[in-house]
């Protein structure tokens, strides 16, 4: 099994999908749903959501001709797996939904493969930003699509708690704060400089999750939440003080676009050499045989 040598915040055997996206996170997911359609280009080729859980925004995918919906967790993608087979078992037949379990710091995929990459509450757990980035930049095509979301450290909620001594690091700070283990929130100033770093420029921001106050989601509906956030998302660029931000970033030139037909790569030796049978991808260098259980493709 490929072991990280970064710490990775593993949901394998967690209930998030049941116990977190509950009836009182729905303003939350239609106001992040809001956002990504508004950032997330229509149609296109091949896309990847990095993170994907349990296939919650898989429906916002179908202009693709090939979804690959990622995640670190196994159990995750065995949920994923079966959401998209009941609500979409056309998608299904046709094999326009592939699931892979791998490592965000070893990418199984060649450079310049995707056309739009997603990664939506996971940045939010990655402690190594620099190297996660520099993976997805060399996955994606020359000037391709990547809508990233962070947990702002800056928001409201946040300098409110500080100003009253409520909590005692400063959200001013531009470093993260890691408040609970492997859980960051990200200042807006120290994420744009790390994205500068990796080559991405920022095309649109939207600023999402102005009312994730419990008192205001119990006295009012959550669509009507929802439609109220979406009306202010366009305001990112005059002050970016709520709990989360969307980015829709256009990627750097760093490869070409990736050959017809190569699709995988190994992520002990970064070889291309791979070679897909029934049940398995092996590495034609290393000799790495990665499986294929239940129509899930596990690189870890």
Request: some cysteine.
């Amino acid at each position: 099994m490929f072991e990280s040598s970064r710490p990775v915040c593993d949901y394998e055997g967690s209930r998030y999908s049941t116990e977190f996206w509950t009836q009182e996170r729905e303003y939350e997911d239609r106001a992040e749903r809001i956002a990504l359609k508004k950032l997330l280009p229509p149609r296109g080729g091949t896309l990847i959501e990095i993170g994907a859980g349990a296939g919650r925004l898989a429906d916002l995918y179908l202009g693709y001709d090939r979804i690959i919906l990622m995640d670190y967790a196994r159990s995750t993608l065995v949920e994923a797996r079966a959401r998209v087979l009941a609500r979409f078992p056309d998608a299904m037949r046709a094999e326009r939904f592939l699931f892979v379990a791998a490592d965000l710091y070893a990418l199984p995929f060649v450079d310049g493969l995707f056309d739009t990459v997603t990664m939506v509450r996971v940045m939010h757990h990655i402690a190594d930003v620099p190297a996660a980035l520099a993976g997805i930049a060399a996955i994606l095509k020359p000037n391709a699509t990547f809508v990233l979301e962070f947990a702002n450290k800056r928001n409201l909620k946040a300098i409110l708690r500080y100003l009253a001594r409520q909590q005692s690091w400063s959200p001013f700070a531009p470093e993260p704060v890691e408040f609970a283990k492997l859980n960051y929130d990200f200042h807006p100033a120290w994420m744009a400089a790390r994205l500068r770093e990796a080559g991405f420029s920022v095309k649109n921001t939207l600023v999402v999750s102005y009312f994730r106050w419990a008192l205001l989601k119990r006295l009012i509906p959550a669509q009507a939440l929802a439609e109220a956030d979406g009306a202010l998302q366009g305001l990112g660029a005059l002050g970016q003080l709520t709990p989360s931000i969307f980015h829709q970033l256009q990627a750097p030139v760093i490869h070409g676009v990736a050959s017809p037909g190569d699709f995988f790569r190994c992520p002990t030796c970064k070889s291309d050499e791979g070679a897909e049978s029934p049940g398995a991808v092996t590495c034609g260098q290393c000799g790495r045989t990665w499986p294929v259980r239940e129509g899930i493709y596990e690189f870890k």
